[in-house]
């Protein structure tokens, strides 16, 4: 069956009109220009317009449709094949508490972490990749999907208020992706990608951790942020910029550099990467750790695929068009009658 994968392209053909009007115009300057240039010979005039200048025309146009053809990618032989998707499923568990806005790192501690997320899913091939936002609460922003382009328009959406309450509870945070996202994930197959500056509020998070080992989840924690001194957090207010404050005092935001450490840990396999306040390449990170694990299947698609034949349409098209330029008039002495051939002759003793 014939299939045409590109068939918007026979619009195209409308062009048709305008050189339809354009070659007639052509030929009627052209009757007249040879009937002054011969000396009234209307016979030889007439075959060279009718015969040589049409078959010019007509060849053009040939070529002209079987060039459109060409550019719609017709195709037949008709296959259908089943595909098999492999890969891991990946989840970006990310710190979206007040504190991710300070400014240890450029522009701050939750943007460059958008940044990294989006370097690294620009380089995934096959993976399936979820994105968890969470402070006092966790939030699905991106169920597991292949959508790449939805995960990063996901990304881009992220801020402190993507999650209404507020804190940093890890714990709760690991236990919701074990429970309602990666749940019905094959075993051993499993991912946990933790971005956060470690804080927590007393929610468990080794233990969660555990649970996420029992069920085969790798925990690869990420710490961002001055591990030493701390920094301040910068907040926007009525007044202006300033800095967040709690109970008169100005709050300092340090990385819990241990306690990510602990959390990774508790997972077999799992890794802890003290990023602190340097630079990190999460695209390299996630090739190092993760694209060369293993993979399981999980899912089959039927895809039908057709064998592709503009070649052959393409090189009709310049055959065509050769003949086009050169064939008529180097062949006009067959198009044209013997009587005339001599006139022609005769005249142009003259």
């Known amino acids: 069956m014939l299939h045409f994968q590109n068939p918007p392209y026979f619009m195209l053909l409308w062009l048709l009109l305008p050189l339809t009007f354009l070659l007639y115009y052509a030929m009627k300057k052209k009757r007249l220009s040879l009937r002054v240039f011969t000396g009234g010979l209307e016979s030889f005039e007439n075959n060279f317009q009718l015969k040589g200048f049409v078959v010019s025309a007509i060849l053009l146009f040939c070529s002209i449709t079987f060039l459109v053809i060409a550019l719609t990618r017709p195709s037949w032989n008709q296959q259908t094949r089943i595909v098999e998707k492999r890969g891991r499923d990946v989840v970006f568990l990310i710190d979206v508490s007040i504190s991710m806005l300070a400014d240890d790192l450029i522009p701050n501690r939750l943007e460059r972490a958008k940044l990294a997320i989006k370097d690294a899913v620009n380089t995934l091939e096959g993976d399936r990749v979820a994105l968890v936002a969470f402070a006092g609460s966790a939030v699905v922003k991106t169920p597991l999907t292949n959508d790449y382009s939805f995960f990063i328009s996901s990304v881009d959406n992220l801020s402190v208020n993507s999650v209404t309450r507020g804190g940093s509870l890890i714990g709760d945070a690991i236990r919701y992706v074990n429970g309602n996202v990666l749940d019905n994930s094959a075993k051993a197959y499993k991912d ?58 100005e709050v300092w935001s340090r990385l819990d550099a241990e306690t990510l450490r602990k959390i990774a840990g508790a997972t077999e396999g799992g890794k802890y990467l003290n990023v602190s306040t340097g630079t990190f390449d999460l695209a390299e990170i996630y090739g190092s750790l993760i694209a060369g694990s293993k993979k399981t299947s999980y899912e089959e698609d039927t895809v039908t695929i057709y064998e592709e034949k503009f070649q052959f349409f393409l090189f009709i098209a310049i055959l065509f068009m050769t003949f086009s330029l050169f064939q008529p008039f180097r062949g006009i002495k067959h198009l044209i009658s013997h009587n005339d051939w001599k006139k022609i002759k005769n005249w142009r003793k003259k």
């Open 192 to 249: 946990i990608i933790l971005i956060t500056d470690g804080e927590d509020h007393e929610s468990f998070p080794l233990e969660a951790a555990a649970e996420a080992d029992n069920k085969g989840i790798r925990i690869i924690a990420i710490g961002l942020g001055d591990e030493n001194k701390g920094r301040r957090i910068p907040i926007t207010t009525d007044r202006g910029s300033e800095f967040l404050m709690f109970e008169g005092q």
